[in-house]
């Protein structure tokens, strides 16, 4: 209920002057939501409304009376809205009915349903084989135009499949195919053959190996105490899959000498893959002192190294299997690793490098002289004689030096530097 107090009105002509204070909670309600800028003219419209609401009803209306006349026009205004909602409902149901009736020939089902049946027809017209303009007669007519008897594709699979055509797509196979054949008969020819050359190649190389076996043993018998292993088969320290270094001869002392055999045209000696890295892994594969390469041939080797080469602890030797530079180099090995780990003792170093230069020079004859046997037939007797005096001379200079050399220090030998005749030296 509203209750007023401090109430100032002026009126001057249609201008009202309204200076009051209202305690109405429904107005207060009205107002507080609205920003001060909008409450007068909301205020403004209220009394607006309330005036004219009371011009129409009269002046000595209450507020309840406006209440319920602005309910009675709602209700009305209401049910007029509901009647006339009602009557569009319904005029829009039956023109629906009517138009979706089929029975009735001119709704749109019927139309809907004589299109559909129309279309039917003239689809199976046009699908009908028999109908010889339809799409189905003509696609018929087509496919046996191409697939029949003397078609297109009968035309073109007989060109296409006659063998004697050169340009024929058979034709074209059966030449593709008998070049595979040929690539594969070469490819199975040329891997027999590489097969069978391996074969030869190993052959050689184990006869080889054999000879040298026979050789390695036959001087351990006569150096005495002196075990020889045949290890070309056998892993060894560097790894299960590394088998380098084919003989171990052990001496009586016991150092360890590792003998590689090479029945090859031709041997690389510096490098990583050359063979005194070769050497050198096979030491270190075996736990040997010493190593020693044996070619079937000089030849195998470069110019420069001849047929008795050393290189620190590594002797690069060429023998055919007749065994005389092998033994050389065994005793050679045997008195090297016996020095490096003697006594000190002072060593002639010119004396050991004429010595080496001496059986270099003794090694040269005798691959001289064994070239002259296989060429001359003429004094083959007196050749031997003197291969036989030059490979006891050899020998003995062998030992002869051995002798001389004596146990030695390890770091009176240098193992950084070659000793022969071809640049080769002792420091």
Partial sequence: MSKTTQQTVLVDGSRVVLQLTVDDRELAGQLVDLEPARRLEEIERILKVGVRGLAAMGVSATVGQVGEEVERVLAEVSDDAEARVAAVVSAASRAMRQDLDPAIEDSATARTIAGIRTLH???SSRLDPANRDGHSGKL???????????GALESRLAEALDPENDGSGLARLQASFDRSLGEVRDTLIGERAKREEASRGTAKGLEFEDQ???????????????LV??????????????????FVVTLAEGPRVVIEAKNAARLTVAGKCGVLAELDAAMANRDADFAVCVSASDEAYPEEVGCFSLYGNRLLVADDGSG???RAALRWAAAAVRSSRGADRPVDVAEIADGLARIHELAARISNTKRTLSTVRSGVDQARNDLDALRDDLLDRVDEISRRLGPVAETDVATDGSIGTSGRRVA
């Fill in 121 to 123: 027809d003239e689809l």
């Fill in 140 to 150: 018929v007519d087509r496919l046996s135009e191409l697939l029949g008897p003397g």
């Fill in 212 to 226: 040298v076996d026979s050789i390695l043993r036959s001087e351990a018998a006569r150096m005495g105490s002196t």
């Fill in 229 to 246: 292993e045949a290890t070309g088969l056998t892993p060894g320290s560097l790894g299960a899959q590394s088998k380098v270094g084919d």
């Fill in 324 to 326: 005389t530079l092998i």
